[in-house]
């Protein structure tokens, strides 16, 4: 019996037997380029279209805004370089929140190269923008705003609902990566007011390597990869069939049973909160209850993240030490520093990320595994000087 | 019966590219940026794939970014050239696949000129129009080594060496080429040959959809055009797609295991297509009998409309295509044809028969029967 616990669904997720068994046919029987006028063109382009309704039912959209990416990297740059370049000529300015994802602050920084204006907004210790700094930052040559639905690190919620109706009223695009909240919490782009929205496959139990960006209808949006006239000219390149269908089927899943699914993985993430977050010298990150709910995200004095997830892994357990595409890096996380958390606690920061098949007996089993780590990790350290604990951070750990 | 002659718009996967990327999505899952042991399970699939692509083009791992396809891989040469601005020239032919086109086009509406040549009516340029075209400032000479329509070889060698003479003399040109249709087909040697950025598609040699890559020579530099992660030494971030990577490393052995014989074996099966083409009458075959990737023959059927030749064909389950699956629901005549010479109607009467490792002689021989009644059938309502 493998008694691996894979906590790490931020990072990705395994794939559904039933998403794989979907997949299939289009692998081996089904195979068509869905441009093909054939018969194998025709089967490829409905599965294409049944995923296209799937996807745009969930999020309350209609199937012609959505247009189907390589994953959420390549949904994020279209919504923020598709954004400014179609709107140069209205204005050059965007704002953001400083704890977006890399493939949302990347595409950001490219722009202020090429001389546009980018507004961060302050988050608070939580990593929550205000709604009323956004309100004061926009001008009248703001053209996007661009707030994620759910931080991949800390799991906070920002509030998009509150921020997409000031885009509304300004008549600016409103953009939000729900990668991490797709198919986990209810994600509706006229309740959120949204204009953009990335989303992934492979974070919801779907195949790596497809995402989709929502569109708003009469949104202008410039495309960013050029050559065929696929997804209604918006997205160039052969339609990637096999994973478009395990992204549909995996989101239909995910939508059946999500509300008793975030029941489930809040009460497992309390359980394992309040168990860690106990232990001397624990801090949690992110807000308290405004929170993804399969993410835990702490941080432990005295011991770094890297020995931490060594350590569990040799345990049996996988989990992260914060974004995975930054793993190898050095550097305190972005997310960690936006908040104000202190270089030397954010060193020994973790996130367990629960997700469909972790149990009761999971998180029975992190409970006594963690702890055991950390107090090892701190008793090999032992005898080396201690770091001073700064008096903000000896405060967040009374959560 | 269902005989799929449509291998130039995408292929079956092989059943051992469905068992690698299965493999992946179930098994070894983990985001290969994560440091844990299911992460280095994918990173390794992804390295081992990395190897088999490298292997296929005799060159070294490290060389080999992946994309998420061939367009991708196109789209990222051009662009991330134009992006670090060496000079403002572009030298390209006029039937390259729309992911090269369309992106030079793009540069030509800003501050950029391009220099589409003209070909043969075979479709081939001759490395002598590359040289005269070239200029100081010329960035990148971009052509593909078989064309997706026809299967017309360009002589990729010799344009290879007149670009390296250029660069000698002092300019920045560096050289692409599209090799989508090629990869598997016709030998690739492009650090032998020279040539700077090499593009593959994986769905076009049994692997999946939804992955490719690109070959960038030691030393080239390409500009992002996404940004968001360190994914592929930061060329082409986000999360990697280890299970259509996966594939396309099986999809690359594969093709290495057996390259020459099949494709041997293809070249004789397109002989054999093409003697019955041949046959029919007033029939005109745009494939060139020498200088074709093996696995193409392109005729056009006067007085026939390819596309209702298509839907009659594939009533006999024939799949065939009317040229580039691209732009099939575009009802202007195709580039490629206009430029070989056709006129509007022939290239409105042209089929395209794409063959792959799994054709057999009885398809061939039961689909060019198929043809030669379709084609009467269908000429035999046209009021003359």
């Excluded at chain 1, 954004?83 to 050059?92: D, I, K, Q, S, V």
């Excluded at chain 1, 409103?174 to 309740?191: C, E, F, I, K, Y």
């Excluded at chain 2, 057999?360 to 046209?382: C, G, K, W």
Aim: with cysteine; charged share 20%; net charge negative.
């Amino acid at each position: 019996m493998d008694t691996r616990i894979y906590v790490d669904h931020g990072a990705t997720t395994p794939t559904d037997p039933r998403v794989v068994e979907a997949m299939l046919p289009f692998f081996t029987e089904q195979f068509g380029n869905a441009s093909s006028i054939h018969q194998f063109g025709q089967d490829a382009r409905a599965a294409v279209d049944r995923s296209r309704e799937v996807i745009a039912s969930a999020l309350g959209a209609s199937p012609a805004e959505i247009v189907f990416t390589s994953g959420a990297t390549e949904a994020d740059n279209f919504a923020v370089l598709g954004a400014a370049w179609a709107n140069e000529a209205r204005g050059r300015h965007l704002i953001a929140s400083p704890v977006e994802h890399h493939a949302v602050l990347e595409p950001l920084r490219f722009l202020q190269s090429r001389g546009f204006d980018v507004t961060y907004l302050p988050v608070d210790r939580d990593g929550r923008v205000d709604p009323d700094d956004v309100r004061a930052a926009i001008r009248p040559d703001t053209v996007l705003i661009s707030v994620m639905h759910a931080n991949n690190e800390i799991g906070t919620l920002e509030p998009v609902a509150e921020i997409g109706r000031l885009a509304r009223e300004g008549g600016i695009l409103m953009h939000t990566d729900a990668t991490q909240s797709v198919g986990l919490l209810p994600v509706h782009v006229d309740a959120l007011s949204v204009d953009l929205l990335s989303m992934s496959a492979h974070k919801r139990y779907g195949p790596k390597g497809v995402g989709a960006l929502y569109v708003r209808k009469g949104s202008n949006v410039a495309r960013i990869q050029h050559g065929g006239s696929h997804e209604r000219n918006r997205r160039a390149g052969t339609e990637n069939v096999p994973a478009i269908v395990g992204f549909g089927v995996a989101i239909r899943i995910a939508m059946e049973c999500m509300h008793e699914e975030a029941v489930r993985l809040r009460r497992l993430r309390d359980r394992l909160i309040q168990g860690l977050v106990r232990l001397d010298g624990a801090h949690l990150n992110g807000h308290p209850v405004e929170r993804l709910p399969g993410n835990v995200n702490l941080s432990f004095e005295g011991a770094d993240s890297e020995s931490i997830l060594l350590a569990l892994d040799f345990q049996g357990v996988a989990a992260s030490s914060g974004s995975a595409c930054t793993s190898g890096s050095l550097e305190p996380s972005h997310v960690l520093s936006a908040i104000g958390l202190p270089p030397e606690i954010a060193a020994g920061t973790i996130r367990l990320t629960l997700g469909r098949w972790n149990t009761d007996e999971d998180v029975d089993q992190l409970l006594t595994v963690v702890p055991e780590v950390i107090e090892n990790l701190r008793a090999a350290s032992a005898g080396r000087p201690r770091r001073a604990v700064p008096q903000r951070a000896a405060q967040r750990s009374g959560r | 019966m269902e005989i799929y002659l449509d291998n130039a718009a995408t292929t079956r996967p092989h059943p051992v590219v469905v068992e690698s990327v299965t493999r992946a999505l179930t098994v070894d899952y983990g985001n290969p940026s994560s440091l844990h042991g299911k992460g280095l399970a994918a990173e390794r699939l992804i390295v081992g794939a990395r190897d088999a692509v490298a292997r296929t083009l005799g060159v070294e791992p490290e060389d080999v970014l992946f994309t998420s396809g061939g367009t991708e891989a196109n789209s990222l040469a051009i662009r991330g050239l134009a992006g670090l601005a060496r000079g403002r020239h572009f030298v390209t032919t006029t039937v390259e696949h729309s992911s090269v086109r369309v992106p030079l086009q793009r540069l030509a509406a800003q501050e950029w000129v391009v220099t589409e040549l003209p070909v043969d009516h075979h479709g081939r340029i001759a490395a002598a129009q590359v040289e005269l075209a070239l200029r100081p400032d010329t960035v990148l000479v971009s052509v593909m080594a078989v064309n997706n329509e026809l299967g017309t070889m360009q002589p990729i060698e010799e344009i290879s060496r007149v670009v390296q003479r250029h660069r000698a003399a002092g300019s920045p040109t560096l050289f692409h080429v599209d090799a989508v249709q090629a990869w598997g087909k016709i030998p690739l040697r492009p650090m032998t040959w020279g040539v700077d950025l090499m593009s593959l598609s994986g769905h076009k040699v049994h692997g999946p959809k939804g992955v490719g890559a690109l070959y960038v020579r030691p030393g080239v530099r390409l500009a992002p055009q996404l940004g968001g992660g360190e994914q592929e030494r930061g060329v082409r971030p986000g999360t990697e797609n280890v299970p259509g990577i996966a594939g396309l490393g099986a999809a690359a052995r594969l093709l290495a295991a057996d390259f020459e014989e099949t494709a041997a074996r293809m070249r004789a099966l397109q002989d054999r297509l093409r003697e019955q083409i041949r046959a029919i009458p007033d029939v005109r075959i745009n494939t060139p009998p020498d200088g074709a990737a093996p696995h193409v023959v392109n005729a056009t059927f006067r007085s026939v409309r390819g596309e209702t030749l298509l839907h009659r064909l594939e009533q006999e389950g024939v799949f065939v295509s009317t040229g580039s699956a691209c732009h099939s629901h575009n009802p202007t005549p195709s580039h490629v044809l206009l430029a070989i010479g056709l006129n509007t109607t022939d290239a409105q009467s042209t089929l395209r028969f794409s063959l792959s490792r799994f054709t057999t002689p009885e398809e061939i021989d039961a689909a060019a029967s198929a043809l030669r009644h379709a084609v009467a059938e269908l000429r035999a309502l046209v009021v003359p």
